[in-house]
């Protein structure tokens, strides 16, 4: 079985400043996927960023950074510059093999607070 | 545009009267999904879809149904729905079921039972 664990209910950032959200995973599989959401409060889920367990670089999509250490078994978002708007709630999420093929697990979640 | 659409966005009824929440995507996607998100227990499977016609379990099936007909559109029915289904329910979609494909989620539907 897989599990994501999110350890900062909540985080606090200046804007313009980087902030890092924490992701630990566990999983037996060779092959998987980890993937970043955004929830505003307005209730959408945004997929933001990818991380394929082969992949040997760390994903990048504008702003966006994972920090994927393997042997650590974490992926942690780093996002640059913050913005006002980056305030929300932040999932991370794995899929992954064996009985749970197909399925997305996701952790609890951080709520970001984007300070002016 | 490529998009998942479930309706409605709200809903609010009463204990015992069914209901039926729509979800559509025009991606062609095979995989498709139902959440519901609650807060302390994040989000759970309800349901998945690998394709046309095949169906299964998630996490929390219970009191939930679900059809594939066609490979667009994927709904999630409440039989006898009950207070402890009031929750904010998520419709998504991949395009294959592979660890590679993330999902693309609908806006949500906020159900409320009485």
């Known amino acids: 079985a897989q599990k994501i664990t999110q350890t900062q209910p909540g985080m606090f950032v200046q804007e313009k400043e980087a902030v890092t959200l924490d992701c630990t995973y566990d999983?037996?599989?060779?092959?998987?996927?980890l993937f970043w959401y955004k929830q505003p409060s307005s209730g959408e889920m945004i997929f933001l960023i990818y991380?394929?367990?082969?992949?040997?670089q760390n994903a990048t999509e504008g702003r966006y950074s994972l920090n994927f250490q393997k042997a650590r078994k974490s992926a942690n978002l780093v996002i640059s510059a913050s913005q006002l708007g980056d305030s929300a709630m932040y999932f991370c999420?794995?899929?992954?093999?064996?009985?749970?093929?197909?399925?997305?697990?996701f952790g609890q979640g951080t709520i970001l607070t984007v300070h002016p | 545009e490529a998009q998942v659409t479930q309706n409605p966005r709200y809903l609010i009824t009463v204990t015992g009267k069914k209901l039926t929440v729509t979800c559509s995507q025009n991606?062609?996607?095979?995989?498709m999904s139902w959440y519901r998100q609650d807060p302390g227990l994040g989000l759970r499977q309800i349901y998945y879809?690998?394709?046309?016609?095949?169906?299964d379990k998630g996490d929390v099936p219970e009191g939930y149904k679900v059809s594939r007909k066609e490979k667009r559109n994927f709904p999630l029915i409440l039989e006898s729905p009950s207070p402890n289904q009031t929750s904010l329910y998520f419709c998504?979609?991949?395009?294959?079921?592979?660890?590679?494909?993330?999902?693309?989620f609908g806006n949500g539907t906020r159900l409320t039972v009485t």
């Open positions: 998504a979609s991949r395009e294959f079921a592979g660890v590679t494909s993330p999902l693309h």
């Open positions: 999983t037996s599989d060779q092959s998987y996927g």
């Open positions: 991380q394929g367990s082969y992949d040997e």
């Open positions: 999420a794995m899929s992954a093999g064996g009985t749970s093929y197909g399925k997305l697990t």
């Open positions: 991606m062609n996607h095979e995989y």
């Open positions: 879809s690998m394709n046309v016609e095949v169906t």
